[in-house]
Structure formats: C-alpha cells, structure tokens
C-alpha cells in the first residue's frame, strides 16, 4: 500500500501542511489553516480507522484551545470540553504546548502539555480532557519559575512498553517522571546543570530545551537542555553530558533547542552561537548529528551554504518521520522549512516562505490521503 507524507507545521500564524509521496521530492503546500492563531502544537492521528488532525492554538484576545479537523484542515471544530484548569487552583491556561498520542495498547488516548505548566490526558479521542493533578500539586509546585519562553510543559514522553510510565519536562523546572500513569510524579535532574532561579527546591530549576527517547531502549533519554547535551541510561535517574564535538570548536557551546532522534538511532542538534546570542554563528545553518553508538557529534548538513541565515530553530520545530530512508525536518524563525532525506546530509528547501515556525510534526498516512 501506498503511503503519504505529510509535514504539520505549526506557526504565528496558523497550520499549514505539506504534502508528498514516499519519494518526498515534490511537495505541495496546503494553508494557512486557522489563520491568524498561533498554533504551538499539531498532531496527526490516524488510529481508530479515521484521520484526525489537532492543533493546540491560542490568541491574545481569545485565549487557549484545541481544535481537531477530519479533513486535513479544510474544517476545524473547537474541543468545547478542552484542557482547562479550575478557577480554585489560580493558574491560567496560556498555550498548548504538546499534543501526544498515547502509547500503542492506549488507542483512544492523547495527552496535553500546556502553560501555566501541567499535563492533561483524554481518553475519547481528544472530546474531553482531565487535569493530571498530581502534577501541578507536586511539593515544589510554588518554587517553578518559567524561563523565557514561558512556564511551559513543552515535552511529554510516554513509554511504549510501559505506558504508565510517562515523563515530562517542563522550562524552567525541570524533569519529572511517573510510574502509575500521572497520578504522582518525581524529579529525575540528577546530572543536570542547574539555572539559577531564586526557588529554595534544590531539585527543581533546570531549563530543559528539549527531550527525546530513544527507540529501541525506552531507558534512554536525550536532552537539550540550557547548559548543554545530555543522555541517561536509567529512564532519567542520572544524566550525563554528551558534547564531544561541540564544545570549543569555532567558537560553539552545546546551546540550542531541539533535539530529534530516528528510528535508526541517529540524534540531530542545530546548535546556536551562545544562549545570549541565540543565532546561527557566522549565518551558517549547520546541522549536527550523531550515531547513539558514536562518540562525537559532527556538523554533516550545511542546509543552504550559499545563504547566511541568521535565524534560530525553536525546541519543537524539527522531526523525523518512519519511513526508510527516513527524512529530517525543520523550519526555522524566519519560516522557512526544509528537508532532508540522507541523514542530514543534503538539504531540500519546501516550497513557500511561512511566518515564524513554532513546531514541526510528520504524519504518515496508509492509502490516498
């Protein structure tokens, strides 16, 4: 059977979607769909014998929300029964930063990471959503502090294997994992470089980018975190640095955002010059990777050597999909989207130039789409 490719990208300014076959050599672009929200998180759901497309949108004077589409964006229906928290908790519903789907055995469940950081789960197939208290009343709760881009629960990991275990990671807070499918959590930052924040919770106040699993050992997890690269062996319990290879080469820190992984066991950075300058050094749009069985990370992708870019990539605005060869993608803040299909190699610019890319997700889907 057939299969389509198709590449969500979320920005300030709506959904937009490319499309192509498993080629991925032309594409065509679709949108912008739900024009003029900001559209932080997008998921394509093809279980349960339909394909259903959310996007986590927000607006300054509107607020928070999910909205789910059944034929590719051309229509859109607002979750009426969506994440919200109750007005005794005092915390505000800003953004949905994460839409998630649930693991295998759990075909009816997708999660939601939001800010105010907390993490709500449905059950019906995104219809109605309920807060995972047990995380937003953690003890060190009054000690989280948001980093720049806000108090966000930016990541959601659920195990496949196990899927009561689930992790999160949250900015400016740090990672917390649970064992008993939400209904309480702890901290998992032993390793980490810790971010000065004022809080008096020795175990929270880690600026976590970025986290990834890796996915053939579920025990393995990858960072990018604020002060540099970082793996654990142990589902989380200890961390240790892997940034040989970006540090003290032309001038780089193992500073950025998003970090990917494939289902060969590739990782994929795009560092930036520093955490103060936050931008490509030199112009260039360099794309590191490394081999989990490697020791050193390379730059392989110069993405458009004939440009300078002096741009950023922001934590969710880059994926791989599933297919063989895989492809890599990413778009950027000046909004443009590339692709590559020959581990980072060569990169292929899409069609079109978007307004600032908040998150990139990849869904394949069985047949004609």
């Not at 789907?101 to 995104?126: C, I, K, M």
Request: aromatic share 10%; glycine share 12%.
């Amino acid at each position: 059977m057939s299969k389509q490719v198709k590449v969500l990208v979320g920005t300030n300014k709506g959904v937009f979607i490319y499309s192509s076959n498993e080629e991925r050599r032309n594409w065509s672009m679709a949108g912008p769909f739900l024009n003029g929200w900001e559209a932080y998180s997008v998921l394509g759901d093809s279980r349960n014998g339909k394909h259903a497309l959310f996007a986590g949108t927000s607006h300054a004077a509107y607020g928070a929300s999910i909205r789910v589409s059944y034929d590719f964006g051309e229509t859109w229906t607002q979750i009426e029964d969506g994440p919200r928290y109750s007005e005794e908790s005092g915390f505000s519903l800003n953004r949905i930063w994460q839409l998630v789907q649930g693991a295998s055995s759990q075909p009816e469940t997708l999660y939601a990471g939001v800010e105010e950081a907390g993490l709500f789960v449905s059950r019906d197939q995104g219809l109605t959503w309920s807060e995972l208290s047990g995380l937003t009343s953690h003890p060190t709760r009054p000690g989280w502090h948001p980093g720049a881009g806000g108090l966000c629960l930016h990541t959601v990991i659920v195990d496949p294997t196990r899927p009561e275990r689930i992790w999160v990671a949250m900015s400016s807070v740090g990672v917390f994992r649970s064992l008993d499918g939400g209904e309480t959590w702890h901290t998992c930052n032993v390793g980490l470089a810790r971010v000065p924040t004022g809080q008096p919770y020795d175990e929270i106040g880690y600026c976590i980018h970025k986290m990834a699993q890796d996915p053939d050992d579920p025990d393995v997890l990858y960072m990018q975190e604020h002060c540099g690269v970082f793996m654990s062996k142990d589902g989380g319990d200890n961390w240790f640095p892997v940034e040989e290879g970006l540090t003290m080469k032309e001038g780089m820190e193992p500073f950025g955002f998003p970090f990917v992984v494939s289902k060969t066991g590739d990782l994929f950075i795009i560092p930036l010059e520093s955490s103060e300058k936050r931008s490509m050094k030199d112009g260039r749009l360099l794309v590191y990777r490394r081999h989990r069985d490697e020791t050193e990370w390379l730059p392989i992708g110069d993405v458009v050597p004939e440009e300078l870019q002096h741009v950023s990539v922001l934590r969710d605005a880059m994926d791989v999909d599933s297919l063989e060869p895989y492809g890599v993608y990413f778009g950027t803040t000046s909004g443009e989207v590339f692709c590559s299909t020959d581990r980072g190699v060569k990169w292929q610019r899409l069609p079109g130039r978007l307004s600032r890319v908040l998150c990139v997700k990849t869904w394949i889907i069985e047949g004609e789409a």
